[in-house]
């Protein structure tokens, strides 16, 4: 079993990964594998290498502040749309 990392992995997505890994297949180690360095077994396991989307490709960065918006179509008001941010969300 192995357990990617992206590039733009945060410390908590890793621990999260690791933690999920242990309760899905528990008593089998996962192998930690950082974007870039990628082994033929790894990519052998997932049916051969191809490109894929990342970051760079999709114009994301890893960096940003999340944001929460809470949209309802209302049927009350036959069919006006609502929307309203939702602040310190966690």
């Known amino acids: 079993m192995f357990?990617?990392?992206g590039s733009g992995s945060s410390d908590i997505?890793?621990?999260t990964c690791k933690t999920a890994c242990?309760?899905?297949f528990a008593g089998t180690p996962a192998v930690d594998?950082?974007?870039g360095s990628?082994?033929?077994e790894f990519?052998?396991?997932?049916?051969?290498k191809a490109e894929y989307a990342n970051f760079k490709d999709l114009g994301i960065n890893p960096d940003f502040e999340?944001?929460?918006?809470?949209?309802r179509n209302s049927t009350a008001n036959k069919g006006a749309f609502w929307m309203e941010e939702?602040?310190?969300?966690n």
Do not use: C, P
């Open 3 to 5: 357990a990617w990392y």
């Open 13 to 15: 997505e890793k621990t």
């Open 22 to 24: 242990g309760v899905i």
């Open 33 to 35: 594998v950082q974007e």
């Open 38 to 40: 990628e082994s033929d």
């Open 43 to 48: 990519w052998a396991a997932l049916g051969g």
């Open 66 to 71: 999340a944001r929460l918006f809470d949209m």
């Open 86 to 89: 939702v602040h310190n969300f």
